[in-house]
């Protein structure tokens, strides 16, 4: 049986409103925390728990938090990452539409940790309807004395407001969304100095995403060794994984960080096999930046062992045979589904998202796209994959901000593993417009064991 | 869409009052940190961002008008040219294209007589094609307002259409949330 | 002063400096000089945020510091990275370094127009100098190139977008040296410009210098337009009484003539002293001026291969390789 830390109530009628949430042991954390602990045991907790950032990078939340500069007399900040804009991901959405409050009490806890007494959720313009969830779901907490002033008369105060993007995908950088909510374009800032050092109104300030705060909560009640029990690793917990894509069931899964890809893919309780009884061609398991696998590396790694929903195991291999569970955007392709068309589109949306400020990403994502859509339309020339390769290689690492490199991987993984098909395309400009490939030949590779 | 700009811009008294929360949201002097929001609430307004709404949403946070255009420009959501109505805003990405995407936004083109991009005659919509909203499981889908469709077919575009039609409301105080999507 | 603070070592292509903690790469390879010194686009010493954009300045961090001798995962914006002490930065002498270079050229130029023959800052661009550097001999780029329309902001100033490259230095000169910016970067990705987005003209007294900080022929000088190349001019230091700016400048001349007037420029093209639009647009007379003398351009650009006063330096590239 799953545990699930963060959607066990989510089908509760009613868990949206306030009461339904208290009475369902809403708020316990922030008792907890702010009754009984200091704001560096709220800290120790998390670094046991092991947690790691959810949004994409992984990194570990309490070595984060522990980071923030605390000079005297400057105020802090804690800002939640809610612009979710990676493409296969919709996980926060649904928790934040579901289950608001979970996040107004990861918010308060988390904020108490690090000593923020002004907090804001960025949240993405599309977003604007969950937006004004939230904005119910704060007035409800402000109402019930869990925001305001002397919180539980412990002396803790805390204003938290929510706040919209206006699309743009690029606000999901720490320091662009930073920008953003400085009410400013979203371009990334230029590090060193980093957001725990300079940040909003160049304050000391934490950037974590929404479920990475949603998780504080159970951490806080259960204790973090009880959170770091579940999981495999240095992959501690569940993770949401939004399914996408050729699968039966698409939708959000809460998953322990210990069950096998296979079984996600094809167990009735995630994914639910592969629509319309077609096979695996492909899968993207942590949304469109993370490389993509071919369908013999998806289950299994290139030494032959079972591949896990962890970070490690998705990552086994390095580029050469895995990817990553970057923002668990989790995105299945079947055998009818065309790579290059796909590699296309993603690079239309990283040029799309480029905010222009570094020349290798301007102008670099605007170029690949061209020459993918006219390998794609049967245009292509067999030089244009090895230019591909090249320009890509010549924007990752080379950016300011990781898009760059977000929109570097999927073309290299690509080419790594379907240039066959790519190839095809340019061999059969008329036929690769009627029809697509179907599955790529089985590579083997002798870096596996490496 | 017969506007080419505004001649009379102000707030009403009850979005000034909004206009004044969210400011109030932030630290004083650090009222630039209210643009975006409240240039939805005067796009919600006045359907567009012209110089002259621009130009009154800098005054109102009392910054330069540029840094409202370089804002407004920045940021996909924000019209600075006059549009219909109501906006269908179909997804294109990832798993909207595999779930077919592009055969909506086709049907869409048909239907209304317009290309991506493009307003109908009678001002009502307004074709654009978008990337990812964060819907992926409920491929294909469009944005209408701050509504999302998810799971289109031809026939719930119809039935979408027609319904916008009649009521055609993209307002920013009280719209209709939706709570239709997810299931798990 | 500076003999007081406790100075750190860093090494540069083999070469060692002692610098003041909290100083740049890019800046202490500035007092080494010479061939360590990584070109730079957008950064601008004077202007504060500047850097970082371009990415020309990208250099390998092949040693942290003494205390972390890790080699730096990334290269590393030389223009925006502090050094530590013991830090080992390899410019020249890195392949990797010189391989993302010459990509981040041709990003550049894919959508240049290259239209050097017909730009007034052909000779002292640092594009065109960069491109002659690192640059390919052909473009890969088989792709219709971006076009903006041509404007003119203001009686003075001609804007022409096509050539930018979008380093944000007029943009930062308009928000440090006047009191209401006018001119901004507009839209996203490939599609950003620079722009006023209405009609405006930008006639703010110091607004000027957006010309001397443009690396490129994005903004031009309307009084020169199409009078002279710049390496058939012979600049000189001027100075005058003003009241507006420190009133020295480098008067171009052709022949007896003032063709231009430009704020005085050090060898990696910044201006240290900003002159206002009356001494840059206005005093074109020669009675206008107390003349000091031929000014030293050392810049090892097409421009000092000509007939300036000073020999033709050695290490010029046109020289070198042509």
Redesign the interface.
């Known amino acids: 049986m799953t545990r699930k830390l963060l959607?066990d109530k989510?089908?509760v009628e009613g868990i949206?409103g306030y009461d339904v949430y208290r009475k369902n042991g809403g708020y316990r954390s922030v008792e907890k925390a702010l009754k009984t602990m200091s704001p560096d045991e709220v800290v120790e907790e998390v670094k046991k728990s092991g947690l790691r950032g959810r949004g994409g990078a992984g990194f570990p939340t309490g070595m984060k938090w522990s980071f923030l500069a605390k000079p005297e007399g400057v105020p802090r900040h804690l800002l939640c990452n809610a612009d979710?804009?990676?493409?296969?991901?919709?996980k926060?959405?649904?928790l934040m539409?579901?289950i608001p409050h979970l996040l107004i009490e990861g918010m308060i806890v988390s904020s108490f940790a690090l000593g923020a007494n002004?907090s804001?959720i960025y949240i993405?313009?599309?977003?604007?309807?969950v937006l004004?969830?939230l904005e119910k779901a704060i007035a409800e907490a402000y109402a019930n004395g869990w925001l305001g002033k002397n919180i539980l008369g412990t002396g803790f105060d805390l204003?938290l407001?929510v706040?919209?993007?206006?699309?743009?995908?690029i606000c999901g950088e720490e320091t662009a969304l930073i920008e953003?909510?400085?009410?400013?374009?979203?371009n990334p800032r230029i590090k060193p100095p980093f957001p725990a050092v300079k940040g909003l109104?160049q304050r000391p300030t934490v950037v974590n995403n929404v479920e990475t705060i949603a998780a504080v909560v159970p951490i806080v009640n259960d204790g973090g060794e009880e959170y770091a029990k579940i999981g495999i690793g240095r992959s501690t917990g569940t993770k949401l994984i939004?399914?996408?894509?050729?699968i039966n069931k698409?939708?959000?899964?809460e998953i322990e960080m210990n069950i096998t890809v296979e079984e996600f893919i094809y167990s009735d309780t995630y994914c639910g096999g592969i629509k319309n009884g077609k096979r695996l061609k492909a899968c993207?398991p942590g949304g469109?930046s993370v490389p993509i696998l071919p369908h013999y590396l998806v289950c299994k790694t290139a030494a032959g062992e079972d591949r896990l929903m962890t970070y490690e195991s998705l990552a086994d291999g390095g580029f050469a045979t895995g990817s990553m569970l970057g923002s668990g955007?989790f995105?299945v392709?079947d055998e009818d589904?065309c790579i290059v068309?796909?590699t296309w589109?993603?690079t239309r949306?990283y040029h799309?998202?480029s905010?222009g400020q570094c020349s290798p990403c301007r102008e670099g994502t605007g170029w690949m796209e061209k020459v993918l859509h006219r390998l794609e339309y049967g245009h292509g020339k067999m030089e244009d994959i090895n230019l591909l390769w090249d320009i890509q290689r010549k924007i990752e690492g080379n950016t300011i901000c990781p898009l760059g490199d977000a929109a570097a991987w999927p073309v290299a993984a690509a080419i790594r593993h379907f240039r066959e098909e790519f190839e095809w395309h340019v061999n059969e400009p008329k036929a690769c417009m009627e029809r697509n490939y179907g599955l790529v030949t089985e590579k083997t590779f002798e870096t596996a064991t490496a | 869409m017969s506007e080419t700009t505004h001649s009379q811009v102000s707030f009403s008294d009850e979005l000034l009052k909004e206009v004044n929360r969210?400011i109030g949201?932030f630290?004083e002097g650090?009222q630039?940190?209210?643009?975006?929001?409240v240039?939805?609430i005067a796009q919600a307004e006045f359907g567009w961002l012209s110089?002259p709404v621009m130009d009154y949403v800098a005054r109102l946070?009392h910054?330069?008008?540029?840094?409202v255009?370089?804002?407004a420009?920045?940021?996909?959501?924000?019209d600075t040219k006059p549009v219909g109505k109501v906006k269908l805003e179909v997804c294109?990405?990832?798993?909207c294209?595999?779930e077919g995407a592009e055969k909506i936004v086709k049907y869409i083109e048909d239907k209304l007589g317009i290309q991506d991009g493009e307003t109908t005659a009678d001002g009502i919509f307004t074709l654009k094609t978008?990337?990812?909203?964060?819907?992926?499981?409920?491929?294909p889908m469009l944005?209408a307002g701050?509504?999302?469709h998810e799971h289109l077919t031809e026939a719930k575009v119809d039935e979408l259409i027609e319904a916008y039609r009649k009521n055609p409301v993209a307002n920013y105080m009280g719209?209709e949330?939706?709570?239709n999507?997810?299931?798990? | 002063m500076s003999e007081q603070t406790e100075k750190i070592k860093v090494t540069i292509d083999g070469k060692l400096v002692e610098v003041a903690p909290g100083t740049t790469i890019l800046n202490a390879a500035r007092e080494i000089g010479g061939e360590v010194v990584p070109p730079a686009m957008c950064y601008y010493s004077s202007l504060k945020g500047s850097g970082g954009k371009c990415r020309t300045c990208l250099v390998e961090v092949s040693k942290g510091s003494e205390k972390d001798p890790r080699p730096m995962p990334k290269l590393v914006a030389s223009c925006s990275t502090p050094v530590a002490d013991g830090m080992e930065v390899k410019n020249k002498s890195s392949e990797k370094v010189l391989d993302a270079r010459k990509g981040v050229v041709e990003f550049l130029l894919i959508n240049h127009p290259l239209d050097c023959p017909i730009c007034d800052q052909a000779g002292e661009c640092h594009l065109q100098d960069l491109a002659f550097e690192h640059g390919l001999e052909k473009t890969r780029y088989e792709f219709k190139r971006r076009t903006f329309d041509q404007i003119d902001i203001g009686e003075y100033i001609k804007l022409h977008m096509t050539r930018c490259i979008l380093c944000y230095r007029c943009v930062y000169t308009a928000d440090q040296l006047t009191n209401?910016?006018?001119?901004?970067?507009?839209?996203?990705g490939d599609a950003a410009e620079i722009s006023?987005?209405?009609q405006n003209s930008l006639d703010n007294d110091f607004i000027g210098n957006v010309i001397d900080v443009c690396p490129v022929g994005a903004l031009t000088d309307r009084t020169f337009r199409f009078k002279s190349r710049v390496w058939y001019t012979k600049p000189m230091d001027v100075h005058c009484e003003c009241s507006k700016c420190s009133g020295k400048a480098v008067a171009w001349m052709i022949g007896d003539e003032i063709a231009r007037i430009t704020a005085r420029k050090d060898q990696y093209g910044e201006v240290k002293e900003f002159i206002c639009n009356d001494c840059r647009f206005n005093k074109k007379q020669k009675s206008d001026w107390v003349f000091e003398g031929p000014r030293h351009i050392d810049r090892h650009s097409v421009i000092s291969a000509n007939k300036y006063e000073d020999p033709i330096p050695e290490h010029t590239p046109l020289l070198n390789k042509a």
């Open positions: 959607l989510v089908n949206a979710e804009s990676e493409p296969g991901t919709f926060d959405r649904y539409e579901k002004q804001y993405r313009g599309e977003y604007m309807y004004r969830i204003d407001s706040t919209p993007g206006a699309g743009a995908y953003s909510l400085e009410g400013k374009r979203g109104w939004s399914a996408g894509g050729n698409p939708g959000v899964y993207v469109s955007g995105i392709y589904q068309r796909n589109n993603f949306f799309h998202e905010c | 969210v949201q630290p650090k630039k940190s209210a643009l975006i929001r240039l939805h110089v946070l910054i330069q008008p540029i840094e255009y370089e804002v420009t920045f940021y996909s959501m924000y294109r990405t990832g798993p294209m595999i978008v990337e990812c909203l964060g819907a992926c499981g409920y491929a944005q701050e509504k999302y719209q949330t939706n709570l999507s997810a299931k798990s | 209401a910016r006018e001119h901004g970067v507009l839209k996203r006023t987005y209405i």
